[in-house]
């Protein structure tokens, strides 16, 4: 059996990457997650939980022990080189636990949601296409705001460091609209689910995707 063919999800911060993923998984499409990998590999106890304490210092260890992911956000977002820093120190770790999830997939396709995919593009190489979430950028703030924890400068700060939304439509294959409802998502994503199995089966018979 060929390997599953990986798709590239990504989107700016409030672009609604979750809603869509939920969306696919609820069609039995299987997901690996960089937010949640990163998440995983920095649990109190977990080799990443002790790299970043000893780069960052106390300070980065909230008071109930685990990692005070707000304030190093925000100290990261402030120092590029900090950014950097913490990066070399959790992407191969996070890289390691991706490929574990992708190793594990038994459907035609599955997604790998990467926020940063394209800014980075370290795990480029590894999506057949990239499917990128789109909201108007006013959008993105309002609804990262509105679940709390960030200010729209915070807000702001994080998409300075991300591409644009020009940049990051000109750089899809496949777009998904989320400046709706809810609701808008499920169509659009039917869609694609039907686009990407039949991809994935011209893949497999070596036939031309769109033959």
């Known amino acids: 059996m060929n390997a599953p063919l990986v798709i590239g999800l990504t989107g700016g ?3 609604g990457k979750s809603e869509v993923a939920r969306a696919f998984a609820a069609r039995g499409i299987e997901i690996a997650d960089a937010d949640q990998a990163a998440h995983a590999v920095t649990d109190r106890g977990k080799p990443g939980f002790d790299s970043v304490v000893a780069a960052f210092g106390p300070e980065a260890v909230g008071s109930n022990g685990e990692l005070d992911r707000s304030w190093l956000r925000r100290r990261v977002f402030a120092d590029a080189k900090d950014r950097a820093r913490l990066e070399s ?10 490929e574990s999830a992708i190793a594990t997939w038994r459907g035609p396709y599955g997604l ?3 926020p940063l995919l394209l800014e980075r593009g370290g ?7 990239v499917l990128v979430v789109d909201c108007p950028e006013d959008e993105q703030v309002r609804r990262v705001v509105k ?4 200010t729209t400068a915070d ?3 994080v998409m300075a460091t991300q591409l644009t939304r020009a940049e990051r ?4 294959d496949d777009i ?9 998502i499920a169509p659009q994503v039917a869609r694609l689910d039907a686009f990407y199995r039949e991809f994935a089966a011209r893949r497999r018979t070596g036939e031309p995707a769109g033959a």
């Open 13 to 15: 911060i409030g672009s």
């Open 176 to 184: 998904i609209n989320n400046s709706g409802s809810l609701p808008d």
């Open 112 to 114: 790998l949601s990467v």
């Open 89 to 98: 120190l959790l992407h191969p770790l996070i890289q390691a636990r991706l």
């Open 123 to 129: 795990l480029l190489s590894r999506v057949a296409r």
């Open 147 to 150: 679940r709390g924890g960030l």
């Open 155 to 157: 807000v702001r700060a």
């Open 169 to 172: 439509l000109a750089r899809a």
